[in-house]
């Protein structure tokens, strides 16, 4: 399939006519051709108007067709066959075997949703019938259902080329919803972005999906970003990126006559806990897990486990040390851009010279653009003292905290931000003190887990991907898992409607064989 540099408005292919985005080999930073013709406004404009037009159509497709239609998109995906694999290694400095597993999981997150809108639980059909004979007042006829918010502007992720991308979690739940999608590409995969963009332009039109239904905007500079989320067509936002980035489309949307929930996912260091008991028993081996998701991925994951909390003693000394030497013996990891690898070495080089940060190992040096891992450590009492140890060093890099007692412990985790994960190292006899941990953390994180690293993040029903501000910037939702269609969806009830007026989810006999509440009960089929 030809990368030829184009937007892909609703069914078209134009060249953009707004200065160009430049495609990089992450490796050596050359520019690989062609460029990618940034959008104007007039073409964001045409992008809104047709998914605005789509709306009322797509919305309304039946479950049968939606779903089919997600799923020929997963199979347009695994179709383009090694070019997207190679062109994605290109771009990202991501090995082949990460961006294999990255393609199944974007291809599985599709037909998870597929399934999501077959089973139509989404729906959360209710139906309370009428009560004439009620006293002292009759009850009306009433039913709910939920339906799609609108047009979405997904911002693509620079650190998951696939699956928090073109067609990631975001553009996948917000489909299944019934939304249609305009998609602002990342410039750090253009051309990665373009393949699945075609797939899914070309499922839009074999499907007999409105046109509008998706578009694909390639954007040079950030003020055309914020007016894409500045159109009154657009009624929601998904983002993956920095907080800056986040919090800045948070105020346009805000700021809007209407305005429209942001859906970003930010910034979060996932705090790692130590308990005595098990630090005891396998402090060495819990380093080295430690280490090994640190160091995944040149640690461009949003759950990198960025600080460690841990009571003083010798078998934290030991743990140190054992993650100490396992991350002076880690190669050096290629990152996604440049700007990304300046940004991780400027706040590393902050915390090598912060007075109160003691660096307990660097891992070894590599080329121009690649992570050098690092790990530092401070007291709990200099961390409480001192906010900016909280700010998230996005790659490789974390910070032990030394803490005098569980006391002192709980105290960090209380003066915590917002988080994704958060990990529990225990053995049995370490239940009652986590016991004490789990009402904060659950106040403070989205996940929490016991015995391994908040890196992998399944694709299924119960998972949640999120958590309070700033991991995100609204924590009662996810952006992974099939609860995250739910962001896309708001409820709208019809009382006393005619059987010919209702839409179909909610009519006697239910023609859809959908899962649906009567009086409050499950209906019996």
């Not at 399939?1 to 495609?23: D, H, K, S």
């Not at 809007?256 to 929930?261: A, G, Q, T, V, W």
């Not at 709980?410 to 190292?425: I, K, S, W």
Request: contains cysteine.
């Amino acid at each position: 399939m030809a990368i030829l540099g184009e937007l892909l408005i609703g069914g078209t292919a134009v060249r953009g006519t707004n200065g160009a985005v430049v495609a990089r080999d992450a490796q050596t930073g050359e520019p690989i051709s062609p460029d990618f013709g940034g959008a104007g406004e007039e073409q964001i404009a045409l992008a809104c108007a047709l998914a605005a037009e789509a709306f009322d159509t797509y919305r309304e497709t039946t479950p049968a067709a939606r779903a089919a239609f997600l799923e020929q998109i997963a199979q347009n995906i695994l179709d383009i066959g090694d070019e997207l694999v190679t062109r994605c290694m290109t771009e990202t400095g991501l090995p082949r075997p990460r961006i294999e597993g990255e393609r199944m999981r974007t291809v599985n997150q599709l037909r998870l949703f597929a399934g999501v809108v077959r089973d139509g639980a989404y729906l959360d059909a209710r139906i309370d019938p009428a009560q004439p004979a009620r006293q002292p007042l009759p009850r009306a006829d009433l039913r709910l259902r939920q339906i799609a918010l609108g047009p979405i502007v997904v911002f693509g992720a620079s650190n998951f080329p696939l699956a928090f991308s073109v067609a990631g979690g975001d553009t996948a739940s917000a489909l299944a919803a019934g939304c249609p999608v305009i998609v602002k590409a990342h410039s750090a995969h253009p051309g990665t972005s373009e393949l699945v963009g075609r797939a899914i332009q070309a499922a839009v039109r074999s499907c007999g999906m409105p046109e509008g239904t998706f578009s694909l905007l390639f954007v040079s500079g950030y003020d055309l970003g914020q007016k894409l989320v500045a159109d009154p067509r657009i009624k929601a936002v998904g983002f993956t990126g920095s907080r800056r980035g986040g919090v800045a489309l948070m105020n346009v949307a805000a700021a809007r006559p209407e305005p429209i929930p942001v859906y970003a996912e930010m910034s979060s260091i996932n705090p790692v806990l130590l308990f005595p008991n098990a630090l005891a028993k396998r402090g060495q081996e819990i380093a080295k897990g430690f280490v090994a998701s640190l160091t995944l991925g040149a640690g461009q994951f949003c759950t990198n486990p960025g600080l460690v909390l841990g009571i003083d003693g010798p078998a934290l000394d030991d743990f140190i040390a054992a993650a100490g030497k396992a991350a002076s013996e880690s190669a050096a990891a290629t990152m996604l851009t440049p700007g990304i690898h300046d940004a991780y070495a400027s706040g590393v080089a902050k915390m090598e010279q912060h007075p109160k940060v003691d660096t307990v190992a660097r891992g070894q040096a590599g080329g121009r653009y690649q992570c050098q891992a690092a790990v530092f450590s401070t007291s709990s009492q200099d961390f409480l003292r001192n906010h900016d140890l909280q700010e998230e060093m996005f790659g490789a890099a974390s910070l032990i905290v030394r803490c005098p007692d569980e006391a002192a412990m709980r105290e960090v985790v209380e003066a915590l931000d917002g988080q994704l994960t958060a990990a529990l190292h225990i053995d049995e006899e370490d239940h009652a003190a986590a016991r004490r941990f789990l009402p904060v953390l659950e106040r403070k994180v989205g996940r929490i887990l016991v015995n391994g690293f908040g890196t992998g993040v399944e694709v299924c029903h119960a998972m949640v991907h999120g958590g309070p501000f700033p991991s995100t910037a609204d924590g009662r939702s996810t952006s992974v898992g099939s609860l995250a269609i739910a962001r896309f969806l708001r409820p709208v009830c019809y009382q006393d409607l005619p059987q010919a007026l209702l839409p179909a989810a909610l009519q006697d006999g239910n023609v859809l064989d959908i899962p649906r509440r009567v009086d409050g009960k499950p209906e019996v089929k």
